[in-house]
């Protein structure tokens, strides 16, 4: 018995596969250049957490209101 979806089905799958891939690629390679550029603002702020050559900056010490 053939496939009631017959070769239409696998016509349009084959379609949405090269769509699909660059979609994949691109959202990558975003990620990465995302990655990058988070690295290199938390460098410059001196955020980053082990290997930073740049010293952290204190952090301002918690104050109370004094009644």
Do not use: C, H, W
């Not at 690295?39 to 010490?61: E, F, M, N, W, Y």
């Amino acid at each position: 018995m053939a496939d009631p979806a017959g070769p239409e089905a696998g016509a349009g799958a084959r379609a949405m596969i090269l769509p699909l891939a660059l979609a994949q690629f691109i959202a990558s390679y975003a990620a990465t250049n995302m990655n990058v550029a988070i690295s290199a603002i938390a460098k410059d702020l001196g955020t980053t957490v082990a290997g930073s050559s740049s010293p952290a900056r204190p952090r301002p010490q918690n104050q109370q209101n004094q009644a």
